[in-house]
């Protein structure tokens, strides 16, 4: 499989970045991009920046780009890099266009992905991944990764992870990637509260007030997961229902005890916030959303999730970006 391209199906900054790494580890990569970001790339070239302080370039003639999907037609391996909304319209493309046996790989926000492209990819395999890290969009063809973690991938008789795992792009296989997926989604209920903020992750992190806020909401998430019998896994080496009650200690604690294993760049921002930014409508309704749906299942309460998702919505509508709201004011107070 690995022989034949490896296609990005909707690059944006997780799939360029993504692409980007393969691509200077000398593997074939094709990437399906918009108009915009593809002549940013034949303009400026692929320019991957870590928050490590790493910087990797590539000339354009390195990839391949297209807006068609019929770059799919030889593909070994498609990488899934769209917003959960677009899964369905891009599961057809790929049915229209790629191979029986290319191998499908979503790297998407959420948990409900991988159902839609299995009803609509007609027996090709697809695997579920999760990738922990955050990607800004710099311009002119910068791709910046903001954040740490390896990308994981559910275990498969072809050791798929592996055969995708490159120097500055790890990939391991989960032989429990539904509790990974959950895991991550859990993590990303602070998307929206970054995005609502207006203020870069490692800030609000660094803030007991934001982090209580944060820690609330979570509690309401594993309460509806556990009520469903769902059990997700952590990404970092505390177990996940530790992780609300650390998130309140005092700065001082909390830091002796998670800062060092959080990596993340003073001005990281979520992927919401992105979206709020550039007047897009956001994943709400797949992260938040998908918790709520469980906790309506199991008769389980989860106002502050619902308070979350309204203002959401409400930014999206209004059109002015991230509203820069405080913890008090998300919380309804004054």
């Known amino acids: 499989m690995t022989d034949r391209p490896i296609v990005v199906a909707g690059a944006g900054a997780i799939g360029c970045f993504v692409g980007g790494q393969l691509a200077t580890a000398d593997r074939r990569v094709a990437l399906l991009v918009r108009p915009r970001v593809k002549t940013e790339i034949e303009r ?23 807006e068609d999907p019929a770059i799919f037609h ?33 790297l998407q926000n959420g ?35 903001s954040s740490s973690g390896d990308i994981h991938i559910g275990e498969d008789a072809n050791n798929t992870a592996a055969a995708l795992s490159v120097p500055g792009l790890t990939m391991r296989a989960s032989r429990d990637i539904t509790g990974v997926q959950w895991g991550k989604l859990i993590i990303n209920l602070n998307n929206a509260l970054s995005a609502l903020s207006d203020m870069p992750l490692a800030a609000q992190l660094a803030d007991r007030d934001w982090r209580r806020l944060f820690a609330d909401q979570m509690a309401e998430g594993l ?26 200690l005092p700065d001082v604690i909390f830091n002796a005890i998670l800062g060092r294993t959080m990596k993340i760049d003073p001005e990281a921002r979520s992927s919401m916030w992105q979206d709020l930014k550039q007047g897009r409508t956001t994943e709400i309704d797949y992260l938040q959303g998908a918790v709520i749906a469980l906790a309506e299942q199991n008769h389980v309460g989860v106002p502050l999730m619902r308070r979350i998702v ?5 930014a999206e509508t209004s059109g002015k970006g991230p509203p820069g709201l405080s913890p008090q004011q998300i919380r309804g107070g004054t």
């Open 44 to 66: 400026f070239g692929l320019r991957l920046t870590d928050f490590d302080g790493s910087e990797k370039k590539l000339e354009a003639g390195r990839l391949a780009l297209s």
């Open 74 to 106: 030889s593909a070994g391996i498609v990488l899934v890099t769209v917003k959960s909304a677009d899964t369905a319209d891009i599961a057809d493309r790929i049915a229209r266009h790629a191979p029986q046996d290319a191998v499908i790989v979503s």
């Open 111 to 145: 948990v409900g992905n991988v159902a839609v492209l299995n009803e609509r990819l007609g027996g090709r395999r697809v695997l579920a991944g999760m990738v922990p890290f955050n990607v800004v969009a710099m311009g002119e063809g910068r791709f910046h990764r």
């Open 223 to 248: 309460a509806a997961l556990k009520a469903a019998g769902i059990t997700p896994v952590s990404a970092m080496p505390i177990p996940m229902s530790w992780t609300p009650a650390l998130l309140r």
């Open 310 to 314: 309204a203002l959401v919505k409400e």
